[in-house]
């Protein structure tokens, strides 16, 4: 479906905030492998150094995006400039009324027309909000299977089955993301080429 991208729909600090995750996780994925299957002779320190900056601007930059989702305005309505609380794109609205099953039956090929109205389809908002709490088990099982935190999440630990449940926990939500990640890149290059040019640049494309 064509429409129109304008900046109420994704505005800088919205952005900002995305392009940061994105680095960040990127960071984060990357010095996990390297963490989990030491190669090409990296030094360790600077890796574990490297996860935990990133680790800290994935929670930081998450409490930023919570903020600004209860004070920032933008476009709930794809290809429109029509703004109200952003928060209003993560939570069920009259635009998408419906359309769950639509939305996944086009996603399996049987039907031709998205029925997306609202900023973000039913699956969309799901799994963007699924995300997070992903992020909050992530940053748990990351702390309780950090050296200079582990003891403040002993007991948990205990409770899930012990170190090694934690460490296959925190490994496996990551390859979760690089998943959710692959699919997303997918469908806006698919989906939602408009989009690309003002998440990228700032840039406009009108209807």
């Known amino acids: 479906m064509s429409h129109g991208a304008y900046k109420e729909a994704h505005p800088l600090a919205d952005r900002v905030c ?3 995750h994105l680095g960040s996780m990127v960071v984060l994925a990357f010095t996990g492998f ?8 990296l030094r360790m320190d600077l890796m574990r150094d490297l996860h935990f900056v990133a680790m800290w601007l994935v929670i930081i ?3 930023v995006r919570l903020v600004l989702l209860l004070t920032l305005k933008t476009a709930n309505v794809k290809g429109t400039r029509q ?35 609202g900023k973000y389809n039913p699956l969309q908002k799901m799994a963007y ?11 748990i099982t990351g702390f309780a299977i950090y050296g200079r935190t582990d003891q403040l999440f002993g007991s948990l630990t205990t409770m899930v089955g012990g170190l090694m449940v934690m460490r296959e926990a925190h490994y496996f939500i990551m390859w979760a993301f690089i998943l959710i990640t692959m699919i997303h890149v997918y469908l806006s290059a698919a989906e939602d080429v408009e989009a690309l040019p003002l998440m990228f640049a700032g840039k406009e494309t009108p209807l």
Do not use: C
Request: charge should be positive; aromatic fraction near 16%; charged fraction near 10%.
């Open 83 to 117: 703004i109200a609380g952003d928060w209003i794109n993560f939570t069920p609205q009259s635009e998408n009324r419906g359309q769950l099953f639509e939305t996944i039956k086009y996603y399996l090929f049987l039907r031709k027309t998205h029925p997306i109205s």
């Open 34 to 41: 390297f963490i989990h299957f030491p190669f090409g002779g």
């Open 129 to 139: 909000v699924a995300m997070q709490g992903l992020l909050v088990a992530q940053a």
């Open 61 to 63: 930059n998450l409490a």
């Open 18 to 20: 995305h392009w940061i």
